[in-house]
C-alpha cells in the first residue's frame, strides 16, 4: 500500500493532495534558503503563529454571513490578512522601539497564537463550530480533505515557487551580502518584504497539510540540509527545493496510506531523515567527512614526526606511528629505516631547516605565514626559491628538492 502512494495510486483526492504538498514542499524549501541566510528562521515562526486569529475570525464571519466558515479559500485568506498584521506589527516594533527582534517576534508570536487559541475555544461553543475541524490547522491533516481544497493547496504552491524563481536573483544578492546589494543599486528593504511575503504565502498555503505549529520546519529544515552539500546560493535553493518536496512526498503519500497520522509531523519527520543524513554523510560538511579529515591529519603528523625520528636515529616509541611507517615501506619492525626511509628522513630534515629559514625572513613572510609543520615546502616556493635556501643552509643540493 506504501507503494502504491508513493506512485500515487491510491485514488484522485490522495493523488492531488501528494501533488499539492510536493509543490507546498519545494516551495518552502526554495523560500527557506533565503530565510535562512538573512537569519530570518524565527520570523517565519512568528507568521505561522500570527495565522491562528485569522482563522477563527474568518469562520465566524462566514457562519456569521450565513456559510458553514469551513471555506478553506476564505479560512486561507483570513490566515493570510492575521499573518500579514503580525508580520507588520513585528517590523514596527523592530524598527520603532527599542526591542530587539527576537524579542518582538516573541511578545507577537505568543500574543496572537493566545488570541487565536481563546478564538478556537469560543468557536467550540457555536453549534457550527463543534464540527469546524479547525484544530488540523494546529498540526495539519489531509483527511476529508475537497478536491478543490487540494486544489487550492496545489495551485496556491506552485504560484508561490514560481514567484521565487522570479525574484531569486535579487532575494539572492540581499542573502548573500546586504551592503553589496543595496550599493548595486537594489532596494534590500522590498526585497525584505518580498522575503517575508513568500514566507507567509507559504505558511497560509500549507496550514491545512502541516499546521501551523509545524510550518516553520518546512521552512528551515530543507535549507539546513542543502546546507551540508554546497556553498553556493542557487545551488544551496536547488537542494533546498528538492529536499522539501521529496519530504513532501513521502510524508503526505506514508500519511493517506494511515489517516490516523497527521500529516504534517509525518512530513516533518521525513525531511529530518533527509537532514540526518546529510548530517552524518555529506561529504564536506558531514560528521563522517570531519571525522576522516581527523584521521587523516593525524596519520600525516605521525607520518612526519616518525620520518623526523629516523632522520636522527631516535627510537620510535609510539606504536601507531611505527605501524604507519612500516606499512609505507619506510622502516621495519625493530624501527630501523630502509633505504627509502632513509631518503625520506633527510628530505622531511632538510624540509624542517629550510622551513626555520623561511620563517626567519622577512623576504618570505607571505610564505613562512603557510607553515604548519606538515605542508611540502614545494607547494609554497619555487625550485629557484628552494635552491636559493639550500645554498644558505649549505650541504647537499638538488637531491633533496
Keep these: 500500500m506504501i507503494r502504491d502512494a508513493l506512485l500515487l495510486q491510491l485514488g484522485y483526492n490522495a493523488t492531488l493532495v501528494t501533488i499539492g504538498a510536493t509543490f507546498l514542499g519545494v516551495a518552502a524549501g526554495v523560500t527557506g534558503t533565503f530565510l535562512f541566510l538573512r537569519k530570518r528562521a524565527l520570523v517565519s515562526d512568528a507568521i505561522s503563529h500570527a495565522t491562528l486569529p485569522g482563522v477563527g475570525l474568518a469562520f465566524m464571519l462566514m457562519v456569521a454571513l450565513g456559510g458553514d466558515g469551513r471555506s478553506l479559500p476564505?479560512?486561507?485568506?483570513?490566515?493570510?490578512?492575521?499573518?500579514?498584521?503580525?508580520?507588520?506589527?513585528?517590523?514596527?516594533?523592530?524598527?520603532?522601539?527599542?526591542?530587539?527582534?527576537?524579542?518582538?517576534?516573541?511578545?507577537v508570536l505568543s500574543v496572537f497564537f493566545g488570541f487565536g487559541i481563546v478564538l478556537l475555544t469560543i468557536i467550540q461553543t457555536m453549534s457550527a463550530?463543534?464540527?469546524?475541524?479547525?484544530?488540523g490547522f494546529l498540526?495539519?491533516?489531509?483527511?476529508?480533505?475537497?478536491?478543490?481544497?487540494?486544489?487550492?493547496?496545489?495551485?496556491?504552491?506552485?504560484?508561490?515557487?514560481?514567484?521565487?524563481?522570479?525574484?531569486?536573483?535579487?532575494?539572492?544578492?540581499?542573502?548573500?551580502?546586504?551592503?553589496?546589494?543595496?550599493?548595486?543599486?537594489?532596494?534590500?528593504?522590498?526585497?525584505?518584504?518580498?522575503?517575508?511575503?513568500?514566507?507567509?504565502?507559504?505558511?497560509?498555503?500549507?496550514?491545512?497539510?502541516?499546521?501551523?505549529?509545524?510550518?516553520?520546519?518546512?521552512?528551515?529544515?530543507?535549507?539546513?540540509?542543502?546546507?551540508?552539500?554546497?556553498d553556493r546560493t542557487d545551488h544551496m535553493a536547488l537542494i533546498s527545493g528538492l529536499c522539501g518536496g521529496l519530504s513532501a512526498w513521502v510524508g503526505a503519500a506514508l500519511s493517506a496510506t494511515a489517516p490516523a497520522l497527521p500529516t504534517g509531523p509525518v512530513i516533518v519527520l521525513a525531511s529530518f531523515a533527509l537532514f540526518a543524513v546529510s548530517l552524518f554523510f555529506a561529504p564536506n560538511r558531514g560528521v563522517m567527512a570531519a571525522v576522516l579529515r581527523q584521521l587523516r591529519f593525524q596519520r600525516r603528523v605521525h607520518m612526519r614526526q616518525g620520518l623526523l625520528a629516523l632522520a636522527q636515529s631516535q627510537p620510535i616509541y609510539e606504536r601507531f606511528t611505527l605501524k604507519l611507517l612500516r606499512r609505507a615501506g619506510l622502516a621495519h619492525a625493530d624501527g630501523v629505516?630502509?633505504?627509502?626511509?632513509?631518503?625520506?628522513?633527510?628530505?622531511?630534515?632538510?624540509?624542517?631547516?629550510?622551513?626555520?629559514l623561511v620563517r626567519a625572513d622577512q623576504a618570505f613572510e607571505s610564505a613562512a605565514a603557510l607553515y604548519d609543520g606538515l605542508r611540502e615546502i614545494e607547494t609554497v616556493l619555487t625550485q629557484d626559491q628552494i635552491a636559493e635556501i639550500d645554498q644558505r643552509i649549505g650541504g647537499p643540493k638538488g637531491a633533496l628538492v
Excluded at 129 to 135: D, I, P, Q, S, V
Excluded at 347 to 355: F, M, T, Y
Design 139 to 230: 498540526l495539519g491533516s489531509t483527511a476529508g480533505m475537497l478536491r478543490n481544497d487540494a486544489l487550492v493547496i496545489a495551485v496556491g504552491g506552485a504560484l508561490t515557487l514560481a514567484l521565487v524563481v522570479l525574484l531569486r536573483r535579487p532575494m539572492g544578492l540581499v542573502a548573500f551580502d546586504a551592503e553589496f546589494a543595496a550599493a548595486s543599486g537594489v532596494n534590500v528593504q522590498r526585497i525584505d518584504l518580498a522575503i517575508m511575503g513568500l514566507a507567509m504565502a507559504v505558511t497560509v498555503v500549507g496550514l491545512k497539510i502541516v499546521g501551523l505549529i509545524l510550518i516553520v520546519a518546512m521552512l528551515i529544515i530543507p535549507p539546513v540540509t542543502a546546507r551540508f552539500w554546497t
Design 74 to 107: 476564505g479560512l486561507l485568506l483570513g490566515s493570510a490578512i492575521s499573518a500579514g498584521i503580525g508580520l507588520l506589527c513585528v517590523s514596527w516594533l523592530t524598527r520603532r522601539t527599542r526591542l530587539a527582534e527576537d524579542a518582538a517576534i516573541g511578545a
Design 337 to 356: 629505516a630502509t633505504t627509502a626511509g632513509r631518503a625520506r628522513a633527510a628530505k622531511a630534515l632538510r624540509d624542517e631547516k629550510r622551513w626555520e
Design 129 to 135: 463550530g463543534r464540527a469546524a475541524g479547525l484544530e
